[in-house]
């Protein structure tokens, strides 16, 4: 693991299963404690996010109206201060609030979703069920499933694979866990997934074995740090 060495990222991105795992964990969990939940200030910065709008817009339309009966610049002056301040004050306003809400999500995430260093133990590839073995390009049909751990069978057809992972996984928090993981590959990537290839994984930590997928999210400063603290734990 020392060299970083991750493999290819699986040609689907596509975790919305996992999201809604997630999800179903947020909701099941125990209420937040009271420090942990919105104070009343904040709480009420979060409503004139609503009620600011609506107050600039009636303000605008009456200091229009006056500015339409009179003669007077002083109007149009006064709407231009009062939307270029109200945009101002609800775009600062509106930033505050989401980072507010994402470190109340990260801290309930972190007893949710945990990454770890998966390392492969033996890896199966086929085809993707729903290639079609006579369509244009495919040539002859598709060859049957392989381990990639046996070097004597073929390789696989060229087009997308599905490959079938057995990870042993060290978490950055906990117990050391097998699992196997499966994911759509092009047949390229697939050929690097050999014994031994190792990247980031998550799953959620009430049912490690049961919700490993392939991290795709994290930049290469977040991989090593995940790298670091596997190693350490």
Not at 36 to 44: A, H, N, Q, S, V
Not at 99 to 114: C, F, K, M, P, S
Not at 207 to 224: F, K, M
Request: aromatic share 4%.
């Amino acid at each position: 693991m020392d060299s970083l060495g991750t493999w290819p990222q699986p040609l689907s991105g596509d975790d919305r299963a996992f999201d809604r795992q997630v999800l179903q964990r947020l909701r099941s969990a125990e209420a937040p404690a009271a420090g942990d939940r919105p104070g009343l200030r904040e709480r009420l910065g979060t409503s004139l996010l609503l009620v600011i709008p609506l107050v600039s817009a009636l303000v605008v339309v009456l200091l229009w109206q006056r500015a339409a009966a009179g003669d007077s610049t002083l109007p149009l002056v006064l709407i231009a201060v009062v939307l270029v301040v109200a945009a101002v004050w609800w775009v600062s306003r509106l930033k505050r609030a989401f980072a507010a809400a994402q470190q109340r999500l990260g801290t309930r995430l972190a007893d949710v979703v945990v990454h770890g260093v998966g390392v492969v133990r033996e890896v199966t590839v086929a085809p993707a069920p729903d290639r079609d073995p006579a369509a244009p390009g495919t040539g002859t049909p598709p060859a049957p499933e392989t381990s990639a751990t046996d070097d004597d069978g073929p390789a696989p057809a060229e087009g997308p694979v599905r490959a079938r992972l057995e990870l042993s996984v060290t978490p950055v928090r906990g117990e050391r866990f097998s699992t196997v993981v499966e994911a759509l590959y092009d047949a390229g990537s697939a050929r690097r997934l050999e014994a031994g290839a190792h990247g980031p994984v998550r799953f959620l930590r009430d049912d490690p074995a049961g919700t490993t997928v392939i991290e795709t999210r994290l930049s290469a400063e977040q991989v090593q740090e995940v790298y670091r603290a596997a190693a350490l734990n």
